[in-house]
C-alpha cells in the first residue's frame, strides 16, 4: 500500500513537472516560429510581406526536442558517472543543451532569412539579439522539468531504461503535444487575426499574416505573450495528463494478470479520451456551426 | 515523376565531395585506432573530425535528394539517414572480432548495402519516383553511419564492440566492469544518434530558399558538426581522461567559433540587408 501511495505521489510530480515544461515549450515554439506555423512565416515574404517575425527553422519540434532532451539527458547522465551531483549534472546539461539549442535557432535565422534575399527580406540583428535570448529561457524551463521527471522515473519509480533513452523518447512525446496541441492558436489564430474567426485558410491569403501591432510592429517576443495564455496551458495539460496516466496505469495496474493489467488500462484510457474527445467535437460543431459565406473558403493546410 | 529544381549554382561536383567524405572520414577513423596501439586517448577528437567530413558530404546528398522538391522532407532525410546508419554501424563495430582495422571499411560496404535496399524499396516499391533517389539514400545511410562511428569513437576512445559495452565504475576504490556504465548500456548513443539526426539536416533546411548558396550551405553543416563535436567532448568525460577530454573540448571549441563567425559573414553576404532596430521596409515603396 505504501509502495503504491509513493508511486502515486511521484506520478503527480512528475505529471507537474509535465505540465510545467508543455507550457513552456509550447511558448518557446511560438516565439521562435517553430514547427507548422513557420511555413507561413517562410512564405510571407515571397507574397510581398516582409516582416519581423523570427524564423526558427530548426526541424519539427518532436525531432528538435528529442535533441534538446537526449542532449541534457546525456549530458547529466556523463556528469553522474564521474559523481557529480544528480540536480548539479542536470542543471549542468539543460544549460549545455540550452546552448546548443541557441546556436541553431541563430543560425536558422539567419540561414533562411539570407536565402530570401531575392523577396527583400532584410536580416534584423535586433530579433536576433532579443528573440533567441527569450527561446533560450523557455526551452530550458522545458528542458530542465522533462529531464528531472525522466531522472524521477528513473530513480524513484525504478524504470529499467537510462537517462539518455528516457530523454529521448520524452523529448519527442513533449514537442508532438506542443505541436499538435498549442501551434493552432499560434498559426490558425494568431498569425491570421485580420481575418475572421474561424474562416480558414484561403490560398489567397497565404502569407498574409499579422505584421503589425496595436502601437508599432509586431514582434515574436508578442506571440509569446498572445500564446502564453491559451496554447502554453492547454499544450500543458496535454502532456501533464499523457505523463500522469502513462505512470498511473503501471504503478495501479502492473502487478495484475503478468502486466498485461497495465495495458489493458491503457487501451481503456484511451476509448474513454476517444469518447470524450467526439462528444467535445461534436458539441463544437453544433453550437458554433460551420463557418458560412457566399464563397465557401477551402481549407488550406499548410505543409509544416 | 518529379521535377528537379536546381537548388544552388556553382559549388564543388557531387562526386568530388562523396571522394573527400569517404576518405577524409576513413582516414580519421583510422587514426582513431592509434588509440589501442599507442595505448592513449589522446587521438579520439579525429572521430568527431570523421563525423564533421561526413556530415559536410551528407549535406550536400540531402540537397541533391531534396532538390526534387521534398521540402518537408529534410527532416525526415536527416532522420533515415542516422535510423539505418545506426544498424550498419552496430554491425561493422561487431566485425572488430576477425580484426578491428575492418570496422571503418566494413561500416561503409554494410551501410552501403543496407541503404541501397531502402532506397530501392522508397522509390520503386513506395513509387517515389525520384530518379537519385536509391543512390541518395545509400550515400545518406553510409553518411549515419559515419556519423555514428565517428562521435562514438569521440566520446569512448574506441569503436570495437567489446570496448562499448563494458564500462567501468569504481566502487569502493575498486574498478568494477558494469554494462549499465558504457556507451552501449548507458544509452549515450541515443543522444549522439539525435546529434547526427538533426546536424545531417540542419544546414540545408536551414538555408533553403531561392537565395541559397553552396558555400554558406556547406559552412552551417561544418558549424552544426563542430557544435556536436563540442557536446560529445563534454560527454566524454565519463569514459576519457581528463587530457583527452581536455585536448578535444579545446579543438572543438576553437573549430566551432571559427565556422560560427565565418558563417554569419557569409549570411551577411547573402543578406538582402543587414539592419538593426529598422522598422518593416514595405516592398515596392511607401
Same mark, same amino acid.
Given at each position: ?304 | ?13 557531387? &562526386? ?106 522508397? &522509390? ?38 567489446? &570496448? ?105 553576404? &547573402? ?16
Amino acid at each position: 500500500m505504501e509502495e503504491i501511495l509513493f508511486g502515486i505521489g511521484i506520478s503527480a510530480l512528475a505529471g507537474a513537472l509535465a505540465t510545467v515544461a508543455g507550457a513552456a515549450e509550447d511558448t518557446e515554439s511560438d516565439i521562435g516560429s517553430q514547427g507548422d506555423p513557420n511555413s507561413q512565416v517562410q512564405l510571407a515574404p515571397q507574397m510581398g510581406y516582409v516582416h519581423r517575425i523570427y524564423n526558427k527553422a530548426v526541424s519539427g519540434e518532436p525531432p528538435a526536442y528529442g535533441l534538446w532532451v537526449a542532449l541534457a539527458a546525456g549530458v547529466a547522465w556523463a556528469l553522474m558517472a564521474i559523481q557529480f551531483n544528480a540536480i548539479l549534472a542536470l542543471v549542468i546539461g539543460s544549460a549545455v543543451a540550452v546552448f546548443v539549442q541557441g546556436v541553431y535557432a541563430t543560425t536558422a535565422y539567419l540561414g533562411r532569412t539570407a536565402s530570401l534575399a531575392k523577396f527583400e527580406q532584410p536580416v534584423y540583428i535586433d530579433i536576433l539579439k532579443s528573440v533567441t535570448s527569450v527561446t533560450m529561457a523557455h526551452a530550458f524551463v522545458a528542458i530542465f522539468a522533462t529531464v528531472t521527471m525522466c531522472f524521477l522515473m528513473i530513480e524513484a519509480l525504478g524504470h529499467p531504461f537510462p537517462l539518455p533513452l528516457m530523454g529521448i523518447v520524452w523529448g519527442i512525446a513533449l514537442g508532438a503535444a506542443g505541436s499538435a496541441t498549442g501551434n493552432p492558436f499560434y498559426g490558425k489564430e494568431r498569425q491570421y487575426q485580420n481575418y475572421p474567426f474561424g474562416a480558414g485558410l484561403p490560398i489567397s491569403a497565404s502569407g498574409d499574416i499579422v505584421r503589425y501591432a496595436e502601437a508599432g510592429e509586431r514582434s515574436s517576443i508578442d506571440n509569446g505573450w498572445f500564446t502564453s495564455k491559451g496554447a502554453g496551458p492547454a499544450s500543458g495539460i496535454c502532456f501533464g495528463l499523457i505523463v500522469f496516466f502513462e505512470l498511473w496505469r503501471t504503478i495501479l495496474f502492473e502487478p495484475f494478470a503478468a502486466g498485461w493489467g497495465a495495458v489493458i488500462a491503457g487501451v481503456v484510457i484511451i476509448i474513454v479520451f476517444m469518447v470524450i474527445d467526439r462528444y467535445v467535437e461534436t458539441w463544437a460543431r453544433n453550437t458554433y456551426g460551420p463557418y458560412n459565406t457566399e464563397e465557401a473558403a477551402p481549407e488550406e493546410e499548410a505543409a509544416a | 515523376m518529379s521535377v528537379k529544381i536546381e537548388a544552388s549554382e556553382g559549388g564543388m561536383p557531387h &562526386d568530388t565531395m562523396l571522394g573527400i567524405g569517404v576518405v577524409g572520414a576513413l582516414v580519421c577513423l583510422y587514426i582513431v585506432y592509434l588509440n589501442s596501439l599507442m595505448s592513449t586517448e589522446v587521438f579520439a577528437f579525429f572521430g568527431g573530425l570523421a563525423a564533421v567530413i561526413a556530415l559536410w558530404w551528407g549535406t550536400d546528398s540531402i540537397k541533391t535528394l531534396c532538390s526534387y522538391g521534398l521540402g518537408t522532407g529534410v527532416p525526415s532525410a536527416g532522420m533515415i539517414s542516422l535510423g539505418s546508419g545506426v544498424i550498419a554501424f552496430l554491425f561493422a563495430s561487431k566485425l572488430a572480432g576477425i580484426s578491428p582495422l575492418l570496422v571503418p571499411i566494413g561500416c561503409i560496404f554494410i551501410a552501403a548495402i543496407i541503404g541501397a535496399i531502402l532506397g530501392f524499396i522508397s &522509390d520503386k516499391v513506395l513509387n517515389m519516383n525520384i530518379p537519385v533517389m536509391t543512390r541518395m539514400i545509400a550515400e545518406l545511410t553510409i553518411v549515419g553511419s559515419l556519423t555514428m562511428l565517428g562521435f562514438t569513437a569521440m566520446v569512448s576512445g574506441s569503436f570495437i564492440f567489446t &570496448d562499448l559495452i563494458a564500462g567501468s565504475v569504481s566502487f569502493l576504490g575498486m574498478e568494477v566492469t558494469s554494462y549499465a556504465a558504457s556507451v552501449i548500456g548507458g544509452c549515450v548513443l541515443a543522444t549522439i544518434f539525435m546529434l547526427g539526426a538533426i546536424a545531417i539536416q540542419h544546414p540545408f533546411n536551414a538555408c533553403l530558399g531561392p537565395n541559397e548558396s553552396w558555400d554558406r550551405t556547406q559552412m552551417c553543416a561544418l558549424e552544426c558538426g563542430f557544435l556536436s563535436m563540442l557536446v560529445v567532448a563534454i560527454m566524454s568525460v565519463a569514459f576519457l581522461s581528463l587530457f583527452a577530454v581536455v585536448i578535444s573540448f579545446a579543438i572543438s571549441v576553437i573549430l566551432w567559433g571559427w565556422s560560427y563567425s565565418e558563417y554569419i559573414k557569409l549570411s551577411k553576404r &547573402d543578406a538582402f540587408a543587414w539592419l538593426d532596430s529598422k522598422p518593416i521596409r514595405e516592398v515596392g515603396g511607401e
